[in-house]
């Protein structure tokens, strides 16, 4: 049983402490000010009709501790750490860490106007029956925040090629403003129903860029930064597997899908204990290939990368023992007929005792 003998409460420090509740009081008060409008208004029925329909949003983003930048081209939100997000190491799990960026996100797009429907589409996307689909995650996690502590997530999105926009994350530790982790992500747009990949049209970019930066901001501007390494096909025997897997019903999104975050948790089923004893995960890079639904059997299998160590952005180091660092490659395939479902890499540092 997880023990602590220091409320979580107590443990966010003054500052964080206060910075919490001067964000909450702001945008409370913003909040309000939004309302009073709408009720000076309400004798129209459209009025009211507007203020009954949007009652449990308007209460969200009340008690929500986030909001566009001032620029509106990006949003940033805190969260503090459940007890029930934490792992074996006392520390947020990355499964926790992806549902975060996920959130933030999905709050960012809400927040321009895009729909609530779990497509974050525009009015454009979708009278033309298009949806945004991941095609690539990569994070890095330099330091896990533990239970309590409060993380701010800033993020943005951009432009990426003709049919697709990216996403990208950074990550701080509230109490004193350190950078913990960074985040990137690719999506490509689709056609709902012919499951084909399409061009992003001007209509739909004059709807989704306009919130977005004007010149190109990454989270990762390292050259041959990680987040650009290529995962090479899989066909050799896997050193480790775990077969079988079945998706649960809880890990349906709201598109009747298996969620992108419970890929993780099936990578990390084939690492082998020894690593999950010593290590903890740095960075984990995954390429989404097919989509995978509540009756598909999943098989998940890890190999062990060979040659050269490679740090968080990408240069070379010499590691004093190989045992320090470790990397895998991985692959989810379809039990049945073999195909690849997703394939990812993982890094992994010794934990400090």
């Keep these: ?107 960012h797009a809400q927040s321009v106007g895009f729909s609530t429907d779990g497509f974050a589409t525009t009015t454009t996307m979708r009278k033309l029956g298009l949806i945004w689909v991941t095609n690539r995650m990569h994070i890095e996690i330099y330091k896990y925040p533990a239970w309590g502590d409060v993380v701010e997530i800033e993020t943005w999105c951009q432009e990426d090629g003709k049919i697709g926009t990216r996403r990208d994350w950074i990550l701080k530790d509230l109490a004193n403003g350190e950078v913990i982790g960074r985040a990137t992500s690719k999506w490509v747009m689709m056609n709902q129903n012919t499951r084909r990949l399409q061009r992003v049209s001007d209509d739909v970019r004059d709807e989704v860029f306009v919130h977005c930066p004007k010149t190109p901001r990454l989270a990762f501007p390292e050259e041959n930064n990680g987040s650009l390494k290529k995962i090479p096909v899989l066909t050799d025997p896997a050193q480790h597997s775990r077969l079988g897997l079945v998706p649960r019903r809880a890990d349906l999104d709201m598109n009747q899908h298996v969620n992108n975050v419970t890929y993780i948790g099936w990578v990390l089923e084939s690492i082998p204990q020894d690593i999950i004893d010593t290590h903890e995960l740095q960075t984990i890079t995954l390429d989404y290939r097919r989509e995978c639904q509540h009756d598909d059997i999943v098989d998940s299998l890890t190999y062990i990368e060979e040659g050269e160590e490679k740090s968080s952005n990408g240069s070379a180091f010499a590691a004093p023992h190989p045992e320090e660092q470790r990397q895998f490659l991985h692959c989810l395939r379809f039990a049945g007929n073999g195909n690849e479902i997703n394939r990812g890499r993982t890094v992994w540092r010794k934990l400090a005792r």
């Design 1 to 107: 049983m997880l023990r602590c003998h220091t409320p979580p409460q107590c443990r966010l420090g003054a500052g964080a402490g206060v910075l919490l509740r001067q964000r909450s009081e702001v945008a409370v008060r913003c909040r309000a000010q939004q309302v009073s409008g709408v009720e000076a208004a309400a004798g129209t029925p459209a009025a009211r009709a507007a203020v009954e329909g949007g009652e449990r949003t308007g209460l969200a983003e009340r008690l929500r501790l986030g909001s566009l930048l001032e620029d509106g081209l990006s949003y940033k939100e805190s969260f503090i750490v459940r007890c029930y997000e934490v792992g074996i190491n006392k520390t947020a799990t990355v499964e926790t860490i992806a549902n975060l960026l996920q959130e933030v996100g999905c709050n």
